[in-house]
Nanobody, 118 residues
Framework: QVQLVESGGGLVQAGGSLRLSCAAS????????VTWFRQVPGRERDGVSC??????EYERSARGRFTTSRDNANNAVFLQMNSLTPEDTGLYYC?????????????RGQGTQVTVSS
């Protein structure tokens, strides 16, 4: 079965950390660009980070706090989120495709909810 599955979300206090996972099955992630997005109801989605053959890229508020990395052995991409603030709250989902940040992805997961309390 071809799918992307996110996990690792939850409720955390401000200043805490979470590590999100984006795991693929049925295809290989290591040659694709993987973008993490955050969706908040009533707002446009925000691109948070991307990892591709060009390296890693981060949205401005994520720089210095978030780190995205690959685990090719397990066909997964991670998003380590530190120093979380309530503004980081949202549904985080990953996409995989030929380039970063784009709507023209090939695969998308259902997302994992992150809630940061003040």
């Amino acid at each position: 079965q071809v799918q992307l599955v996110e996990s690792g979300g939850g409720l955390v206090q401000a200043g805490g950390s979470l590590r999100l996972s984006c795991a693929a099955s049925g295809f290989t992630l290591d040659n694709l660009a993987v973008t993490w997005f955050r969706q908040v109801p009533g707002r446009e989605r925000d691109g948070v980070s991307c990892i591709s053959d060009r390296g890693t890229e981060y949205e401005r508020s994520a720089r210095g706090r978030f780190t995205t990395s690959r685990d090719n052995a397990n066909n997964a991409v991670f998003l380590q989120m530190n120093s979380l603030t309530p503004e980081d709250t949202g549904l985080y989902y990953c996409t995989a495709g030929s380039s970063c940040w784009t709507n023209e992805y090939t695969y998308r997961g259902q997302g994992t909810q992150v809630t940061v309390s003040s």
